[in-house]
């Protein structure tokens, strides 16, 4: 009965990763063609079969990450929705994601060397506070916001790259990859809406959804991975 159970949660797995994927580069296709509510639709569908995929998971369930799924559906609608408005909306719900998720991922790392994490998120500060610096056309709400973001980033950075170097296995991996997609979605980010806000490229809504997809997938093999190893 075990073995079916089993069984039927590695379909069920395989079907919604399918899916996931699939759903992936549908996304891709609908931004480049610009069919505006088909790709909004699966911003959000994107997030629920991520949840599917943890619930179906035989492990033992964390609060916060359905707090992540949540958050990141809210995240997905409002940077593709045009306006500084809603661009607005998106830092402050950016901010609370990376909140959530940094308090996840301390959550389920076992031995924490808090000095060793602040030293080794000083390159992420480096690099993002420069790229900020770099322009002047950040109004000052939004620039404070930045600066909160680009912390919480570094931060999690710092804390992806002790664990890889300190035990380097399956989940630590996981988290490692992740965190540089993390990274990367930002890195794009401030560089579409800061840098080249003035001209009309295509490129980087593809690019971010890529990001963002692959980002959130490894974020999750990482939680089921450590709650295996913890639970």
């Not at 569908?45 to 949840?51: R, T």
């Amino acid at each position: 009965m075990s073995a079916t159970k089993s069984e039927n949660r590695a379909k069920i797995s395989s079907a919604l990763n399918i899916a996931y994927f699939g759903l992936a580069f549908v996304q891709i296709l609908t931004e480049l063609f610009d069919f505006f509510t088909a790709t909004t639709a699966l911003r959000i569908v994107s997030p629920i079969l991520l949840l599917f995929l943890y619930l179906n998971h035989e492990s033992k369930k964390e609060i916060l990450f359905y707090l992540t799924m949540i958050l990141l559906l809210l995240s997905n609608l409002f940077c593709y929705c045009d306006g500084r408005l809603f661009f607005l909306w998106w830092i402050v719900v950016f901010i609370l994601l990376r909140m959530v998720t940094l308090a996840l991922i301390l959550k389920l790392t076992v031995n924490k060397n808090y000095l060793h994490i602040i030293v080794a998120s000083f390159p992420f500060l480096v690099i993002f506070f420069y790229l900020i610096s770099a322009t002047t056309e950040i109004p000052e709400y939004e620039f404070n916001l930045l600066i909160l973001i680009t912390i919480l980033i570094s931060l999690l950075g710092g804390v992806s790259a002790v664990n890889y170097f300190k035990n380097d296995n399956r989940k630590h991996s996981w988290l490692l990859i992740s965190t540089l997609l993390f990274v990367g979605y930002y890195f794009i980010i401030l560089i579409e809406h800061y840098f080249t806000s003035n001209l009309d490229l295509m490129i980087y809504k593809p690019i971010e959804i890529v990001l963002n997809i692959f980002a959130f997938y490894t974020f999750y093999k990482y939680v089921t991975a450590a709650e295996t190893d913890t639970h």
